[in-house]
T-cell receptor, first 111, second 114 residues
Framework: RKEVEQDPGPFNVPEGATVAFNCTYS??????FFWYRQDCRKEPKLLMS???SGNEDGRFTAQLNRASQYISLLIRDSKLSDSATYLC????????????FGSGTRLSIRP | EAGVVQSPRYKIIEKKQPVAFWCNPI?????LYWYLQNLGQGPELLIR????????DSQLPKDRFSAERLKGVDSTLKIQPAELGDSAVYLC????????????FGQGTRLTVV
């Protein structure tokens, strides 16, 4: 089993729709969680950190469920510009932190 | 403020040849990462530096890959000899505090081994 797993998609949704991605992680000791966005042939960029209490940034909402070991990303009122690959990132911080990326979920927004 | 700078952007080499990639992290960032990314996959960590010390190189294929970070700033990643399967994008990233703060990525070096 991979340490971080994501549904690869692609998700193809119409503009204005709400779409949600999940990501599961295998190590219960994982401490920090992030969502990164990667456009085609570009480098990954931080979209948002994921906090235990959940957090929202405009149309984006991130949730963490430690008991079930998954994080989620919800995008409301999706825009054409949201088309990208969304990478789930988990950091296991013990004596030496280890940052693990999921394989990414591809999202395509159609007009 | 300048971001993470990598060079070259693209490199095409024949198999069995050596190749080197260079990375200049964001000023003040002590943590530097080298990742490998294959098409359709997420980045995979090759090595992580805290200042000049390689603190996690467990995923680095040491028979052919080597890295250094002299003076805890710039870093180079070398492959010798390159194999066809090494074709990928090599990403460098840096962060203030390892794993707890945002990692900023360079644009990557796209390596093609023919």
């Amino acid at each position: 089993r991979k340490e971080v797993e994501q549904d690869p998609g692609p998700f193809n949704v119409p503009e204005g729709a709400t779409v949600a991605f999940n990501c599961t992680y295998s190590n219960s000791a994982s401490q920090s969680f992030f969502w990164y966005r990667q456009d085609c042939r570009k480098e990954p960029k931080l979209l948002m950190s994921v906090y235990s209490s959940g957090n929202e940034d405009g149309r984006f909402t991130a949730q963490l469920n430690r008991a079930s070991q998954y994080i989620s990303l919800l995008i409301r009122d999706s825009k054409l510009s949201d088309s990208a690959t969304y990478l789930c990132v988990v950091n296991l911080y013990s004596s030496a932190s280890k940052i693990i990326f999921g394989s990414g979920t591809r999202l395509s927004i159609r007009p | 403020e300048a971001g993470v700078v990598q060079s070259p952007r693209y490199k095409i080499i024949e198999k069995k040849q050596p190749v080197a990639f260079w990375c200049n992290p964001i000023s003040g960032h002590n943590t530097l990462y080298w990742y490998l990314q294959n098409l359709g996959q997420g980045p995979e960590l090759l090595i992580r530096y805290e200042n000049e010390e390689a603190v996690d190189d467990s995923q680095l294929p040491k028979d052919r890959f080597s890295a250094e970070r002299l003076k805890g700033v710039d870093s180079t990643l070398k492959i010798q000899p390159a194999e066809l399967g090494d074709s990928a994008v090599y990403l460098c990233a840096s962060s203030l505090v390892s794993g707890l703060t945002e990692a900023f990525f360079g644009q990557g070096t796209r390596l093609t081994v023919v």
